[in-house]
């Protein structure tokens, strides 16, 4: 059997998924003991807005311009923690964590591409 070693250095951690992320710089992997990302949606989707106008009794309308409309992505994640009380300060440290507005975010997978992300809510914790 050979070993194989990758004599180009990744930036991030082999123990990361692909999935996995920097909110703010921070990978929560390396900081959360127990956390693991699971799932993203998202940040595959593309929309456009278009802004336009009519003009008179023209059929149509006049193209204005367009931008990059906003994103939502979500993040499905694993914390595994040994007590109750455990958990809740795991949850206190994430919530830190996630405070920061208009953090970036980057994905071990793509880590030359970034957006700027604000955390909105949590959905409810199943076990």
């Not at 940040?43 to 906003?70: L, M, T």
């Amino acid at each position: 059997m050979y070993q194989f070693r990758d004599i180009n250095q990744s930036k991030t951690d082999n123990k990361l998924s692909s999935e996995s992320f920097t909110y703010d710089g921070v990978y929560f992997e390396n900081v959360i003991e127990g956390y693991k990302t699971l799932k993203v949606t998202g940040r595959e989707s593309f929309q456009k807005e278009i802004n336009s106008e009519v003009i008179g009794q023209a059929d149509g309308e006049f193209y204005n311009y367009s931008r990059v409309a906003k994103r939502d992505i979500a993040i499905t994640f694993q914390l595994k923690a040994k007590t109750p009380n455990d958990l809740m300060n795991k949850f206190t440290q994430l919530n830190k964590l996630l405070k920061k507005d208009n953090a970036r975010l980057i994905f071990a997978d793509e880590n030359d591409k970034y957006f700027n992300a604000t955390f909105v809510q949590m959905e409810n914790v199943t076990e």
